[in-house]
């Protein structure tokens, strides 16, 4: 019995009396993943709140005498008088290349049952852009595939490029082309031993879009190899409303961390408009002030910090970089809308994609003269640049002659063989969903149109034409291809042999 006492004795000396102080509120009103609390008074902004049940909400609204937050994952069991614990954290999402291959929710938890993930590193949501000093001038290409896009309108990596457009007009397929395209670059770089080609990885995000389109999607990029370099980070419109906010700002850590690693990374925001809509939701429901077209004050704010994060570092940093594609969707071609008009003036330029030409059949539907990139040739291989370098210029005189020449007005030769040669071009430029073209097949198709050698060619027979040729020159002239996409550039030679195989093609085409 002593020696009981001596043990309970020594247990209470040995008990620490010291005191936890532990900040808690009370849930005062809940309703749509908003709740609002009271008595939380050492709050930090965006600051991770613990509701008990494995249920985290952010704060976002940090009035006198309440705090404002969003709910994550199933809130269905918050109820008023739940107590609520701040953490003293941000909220993070697992990174690394353990994603790649996997479809994940905002919290980087899979939805495709595969298994779980294990992550070794956690990046926060919400980060500060690298600055000036750290950054580089934009200057390798990111190939699309898409002739019409690497030969008028390139994208650099660390560049911000918008693909603007009405519904149903190709936005998504200009980007999963590229996916493709860069897994396709990817995995033969891997199979040759090549160490000094960069891999790109790309990370897909979905915000608000229908599961069936997302399954689509991702279904597509299985087929054609792409899943194993990309992430796909889902916020589906059966969402609420604060995951399909957060999407973006999750799938970006992911690609900050690729940038900070010395890797190249490209990631799509598909779209903004659902993702300002799903926003404005999430603050009127905070009863923040509404602005125009109801949305809050900062929705500008809400994008430029999503896209100031997408940069090329310079050697000094890792040389990484992080190319950042939003699509925004307008309504009857309007871009002079707000959030449109947000976006375009954020980005380094814009993919305009018009209803009319899609329904003309000329797919991708690019608007040549609206589109721009304001990186330009620096983010274009040397033999682009010398085969595109009058190609836009050509496109946009042509489209004006064409619509001068409907008038009926009798046209001098000159001006004939102008329209002429941009009908052709419009043809060359038509190409079809997921079917990347290789830059250096590219550069042949695109200096044979420039060089007259399709001009006797009728118009409705160019695509024929422009199959056969990559057919002969990828069967019978693959030492001359390898030896463009190796210089990079057109030496005379290169052309010299370029002009004997177009020529010598043309003798047996019919």
Known sequence: MSQLLQEIEARIAGAKTTARRQNVGIVREVGDGV???????????????????????????????????ILLGDFTSVREGHEVRTTGKVLQVPVGKGLLGRVVDVLGR???????????????????????????????????????????????????????????????????????????????????????????????????????????????????????????????????????YLA????????????????DALIVYDDLSKHAVAYRQVSLVLKRPSGREAYPGDIFYLHSRLLERAARLNENYGNGSLTALPIIETQLGDVSAYIPTNVISITDGQIYLETDLF???????????????????????????????RIKGEL?????LAAFAQFGSDLDAATQAKIERGKRIVEVFKQEQYNPIPVEIQVAVLWTVQNGFMDDVPVERI??????????????????????????ALSDASVADLKAAVTEFKQTWH
């Open 396 to 400: 946009a005189q042509f489209r004006e």
């Open 248 to 263: 973006p700002f999750a799938g970006c850590a992911m690609g900050e961390w690729f940038m900070d690693n010395g890797m």
């Open 110 to 244: 899979p939805l495709d049952g595969k298994g779980p993930i294990q992550p070794t590193t956690y990046y926060p949501v919400e980060k500060i852009a690298p600055g000036i000093i750290k950054r580089r001038s934009v200057n390798q290409p990111v190939q699309t595939g898409i002739m019409a896009i690497d030969a008028m309108i390139p994208i650099g990596r660390g560049q911000r490029e918008l693909i603007i457009g009405d519904r149903s007009t190709g936005k998504t397929t200009i980007a999963i082309d590229t996916i493709i395209n860069n897994a396709r670059l990817n995995r033969a770089a891997e199979q040759a031993g090549d160490t000094s080609y960069r891999p790109l990885y790309s990370i897909y995000v979905a915000i608000g879009q229908k599961q069936s389109n997302i399954a689509r999607i991702i279904s597509v990029l299985e087929e054609h190899g792409a899943m194993p370099y990309t992430i796909v980070v889902v916020a589906s419109a059966s969402d609420a409303a604060t995951n399909q």
């Open 359 to 389: 329904y003309q059949g000329v797919r991708p539907a690019i608007s040549v003269g609206l589109s721009v990139s304001r990186v330009g040739s620096s983010a274009q291989i040397k033999a682009m640049k010398q085969v595109a370098a």
């Open 35 to 69: 709740v609002r609390i009271e008595g939380l008074d050492d709050a930090m902004l965006n600051e991770m709140l613990d509701f008990g049940n494995g249920i985290m909400g952010i704060a976002l609204n940090l009035e006198e005498t309440e705090v404002g937050a």
């Open 463 to 488: 695509k024929e034409f422009q199959a056969r040729l990559v057919d002969y020159l990828t069967t019978r002239k693959a030492e001359l291809l390898g030896r463009i996409l190796r210089e990079k």
